[in-house]
T-cell receptor
Framework: GENVEQHPSTLSVQEGDSAVIKCTYS??????FPWYKQELGKRPQLIID?????GEKKDQRIAVTLNKTAKHFSLHITETQPEDSAVYFC????????????FGSGTQLTVLP | ETGVTQTPRHLVMGMTNKKSLKCEQH?????MYWYKQSAKKPLELMFV???????ENNSVPSRFSPECPNSSHLFLHLHTLQPEDSALYLC?????????FGQGTRLTVV
């Protein structure tokens, strides 16, 4: 089955700096890669996703890049703010949807004021 | 704010108890899921239901028994659990790409 590795497990940045979280996946058939954000005590929520026919996608301060050949994808957050502090999960799916999502182990991002 | 509601929010149970977790979604989705979230581990998919039919069972021990009476409700029946089953159990639903999660049930097995 699919295996998703996520790094780093913890990341601290100064407010205003950029943060990058990286994931690799094992199944070349995976074609959908969402990122979820989970604030302390709250539910995970989708923040951005990318399909395998696209190399990069941006939404304001967040962007995701995908390298199908290398089987890795990354989340980039620019101009970080304290409210960006949360656990971020990457995931991969071969069904192009929320079905059978395989999640990474999460990255605890702390933005220091 | 939420379309996916889980009850109870917290549960403490002994290893010989039987309890059930409940999930309800008001989003009109046709797929529902149970996930287990343990500290410093990936979200683990346990069960998937599509149109009330179970389509995935990711090698979950039989002490966890799901039930999906209709597309809006999902239960997880628990019996003879172990302390290592203590975790946050998240329900989710989807219609397409995005999974909508509930707040979770924090389960402690003593």
């Amino acid at each position: 089955g699919e295996n998703v590795e996520q790094h780093p497990s913890t990341l601290s940045v100064q407010e205003g700096d950029s943060a990058v979280i990286k994931c690799t996946y094992s199944d070349s058939a995976s074609n959908y890669f969402p990122w979820y954000k989970q604030e302390l005590g709250k539910r995970p929520q989708l923040i951005i996703d990318i399909r395998s026919n696209v190399g990069e996608k941006k939404d304001q301060r967040i962007a995701v890049t995908l390298n199908k050949t290398a089987k890795h994808f990354s989340l980039h957050i620019t101009e970080t703010q304290p409210e960006d502090s949360a656990v971020y999960f990457c995931a991969a799916s071969i069904k192009g949807s929320a079905r059978q999502l395989t999640f990474g182990s999460g990255t605890q991002l702390t933005v220091l004021p | 704010e939420t379309g996916v509601t889980q009850t109870p929010r917290h549960l403490v149970m002994g290893m010989t108890n039987k309890k059930s977790l409940k999930c309800e979604q008001h989003l009109g989705h046709n797929a529902m899921y149970w996930y287990k979230q343990s500290a410093k581990k990936p979200l683990e998919l346990m069960f998937v239901y599509n149109f009330k039919e179970q389509t995935e069972n990711n090698s979950v021990p039989s002490r966890f028994s799901p039930e999906c009476p209709n597309s809006s409700h999902l239960f997880l029946h628990l019996h003879t659990l172990q302390p290592e089953d203590s975790a946050l159990y998240l329900c989710a639903s989807s219609q397409g790409r995005e999974a909508f999660f509930g707040q979770g049930t924090r389960l402690t097995v003593v």
